[in-house]
């Protein structure tokens, strides 16, 4: 019997979508990039044109992961763009890291979290908390695309409140014996590898190395999402799986080590959801200028200008925040704070971007001609993962007041 693969990548049936997206750099922030990134910046953009564009909307319908993509997600460095080259990495600087993923982002969320996966939160906690034999060993496989990975925080009962996990590991000579259950993961069902934390006998979050086909460890699909359709959602479930101790990331210890990688994740995020923005944007503005009601362009009604100003400006206003964020994480600078409230503003601005630029298309807006609404529902999910909105702004009330309103 053939053996059966979760969401099987199948080939595009229906017609491709014809990609007319042009950029939109309303204060000139491009001429604080520098040439490595417009060039990052430029490859991916062909990329996605050449290689998403055609085939997400078909995907996303079908709700089937492009799992081909992730053989060109590597060869354009998309995994891990910032770590170091010596570990067959991007060795790029962060602005670099966030320009790739906007232009990611430009062509689906779900592609964006491919790469935020592979890069920020597995590749990221085994360069920063892994062995040097760790580091060598699994990090050109993961940049290269030999091995996906994936990243067990979230469980069942705890998703805003990690430190509450009851995924735990036991001491057992030359293995942890590790039981529980991670949930809402992405790319779990065709992980070769996961990176999970769970908590030692003395209530210490630690992170593991969990390999594919190790007894007592499975990762079923989660079904029936709406949102990031084309990308693969699972659990994690762990009885009694022996990981032997070698896998265990001997530099982290505390709620603080999956904590850092999420910063690392949000930042791209905060870069990221540009990119959604502005493809819905782009969209609305051609279509307010061929669209005609009343004898003329519906853009030249004042309530449509309206929509389209009060867009540029929002996406302008994410651009250069990114933009300083980047900066102030290149000369180590930038806060977890910082991010949160970057990760916040940006996805929120994305979102109503989104709904916005749907009603100029009127009915139309509602279909996969288009990629708006395809957009607005994957932003649904970015706006609660990694934090969530309510989350993030309660990260910068603690920050402001000092009063921590989650204990
Ligand atoms: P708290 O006491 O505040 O913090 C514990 C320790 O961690 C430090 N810390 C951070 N360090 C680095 N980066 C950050 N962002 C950090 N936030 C906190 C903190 O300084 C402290 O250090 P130390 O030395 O004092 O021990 O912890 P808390 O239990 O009160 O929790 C705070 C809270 C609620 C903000 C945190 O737990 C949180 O962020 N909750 C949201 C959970 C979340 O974001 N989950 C995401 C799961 S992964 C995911 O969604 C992937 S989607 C992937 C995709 O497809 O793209
Ligand atoms: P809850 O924590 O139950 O929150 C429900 C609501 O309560 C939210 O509105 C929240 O803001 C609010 N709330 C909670 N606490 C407070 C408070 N103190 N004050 C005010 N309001 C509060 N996780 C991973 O570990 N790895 C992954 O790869 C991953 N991928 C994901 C992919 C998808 C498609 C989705 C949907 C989620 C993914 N997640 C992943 C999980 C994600 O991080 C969680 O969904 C998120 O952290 C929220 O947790 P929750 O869903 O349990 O919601």
Redesign the pocket.
Known sequence: MMQKIPNEAKPATRKAREDRFQYHDYFGVDELLSEEHLLARQAVRDWVKAEVTPIIEDYAERAACPTHLFKGLAEIGAFGPSLPAKYGCGGMDEIAYGVIMQELERGDS?V???A??QG??VMYPIYRFGSEEQKKYYLPKLASGELIGC?G??EPDH?????GMLTNIKDDGNAYILNGAKM????SPLADIAVVWAKDESGKIRGLIVEKGMKGFSAPEIHGKWS?RA?I?GELIFEDVRVPKKNLLPEAA???G???C??K??Y??AWGVIGAALDCYDTALRYSQERIQFGKPIGAFQLTQKKLAEMITEITKAQLMAWRMGTLANSGKVT??Q??MAKRNNVNMALVVARESRQILGGMGITNEYPIMRHMMNLE??LT????HD?HL??TG?DITGF?A??
């Not at 998703?159 to 430190?163: I, K, L, Q, T």
Request: glycine share 10%.
């Open positions: 779900g964006r979290s491919m935020s996966v920020s939160l990243f925080l979230t998703g805003s409140n990690p430190s809402w993961i992405t790319n990031l990308s959602t505390g709620l603080k999956p904590l850092s999420l910063s994740a949000r791209g995020i977890p704070e991010i949160s999910t970015v993962y990694e934090g969530t989350i309660l990260i603690h921590n989650f204990s």
